[in-house]
């Protein structure tokens, strides 16, 4: 049986390790990191799964801004290698996009891969640029709004305050 809960100030070092282990300690390289660096997660929205108490997913989302719209920046989302293809990362993004779309958010972003976000509703985004040296083609949004991405172009920058 697995436990679904918030992350916890205690959780953070635990999940840093997951997502070492999925995507290699390189991963705070990637363009993506710079949007985060200094700004605290959309707490609300952090879950991680344990089985017996042991972690084995975990999701986060931090606040960005595109053309001045609030925007989530979803990622990174992480299902340790000995439960993937369990369907728990699918879990993590339905469960945490519906508690986003209930706090009112109206558009997340990531940068992945399409074919796998397309069954969430995810699609390519045009004019929205994320930091180089990111690949376009991988910058994906998605409407919790209908319509909520309509005219919502230029570079994603933190988050005003952050």
Not at 40 to 46: D, E, G, I, K, S
Not at 150 to 161: N, R, Y
């Amino acid at each position: 049986m697995y436990q679904l809960d918030e992350e916890t100030e205690a959780d953070w070092w635990e999940v840093e390790a997951l997502y070492d282990l999925c995507f290699s300690p390189g991963r705070t390289a990637l363009s993506s990191y710079r949007l985060r660096d200094g700004v605290p997660t959309v707490a609300a929205l952090c879950l991680v799964m344990r089985q017996d108490g042991n972690l084995v997913a975990a999701i986060r989302y931090w606040p960005v801004e595109v053309g001045g719209e609030d925007v989530l920046l979803l990622g990174p989302v992480a299902v340790h290698p000995t439960h993937q293809g369990e369907g728990l990362g699918g879990l993590l993004i339905n469960e945490s996009l519906g508690e986003a779309r209930r706090q009112g958010w109206e558009r997340v972003l990531l940068v992945g891969d399409a074919p796998y976000y397309k069954r969430f509703g995810f699609w390519k985004l045009e004019g929205v640029e994320m930091p180089p040296p990111t690949n376009p083609d991988r910058v994906l949004g998605l409407e919790l709004k209908s319509g909520a991405w309509k005219g919502v172009t230029g570079k994603v920058t933190k988050a005003a305050g952050a």
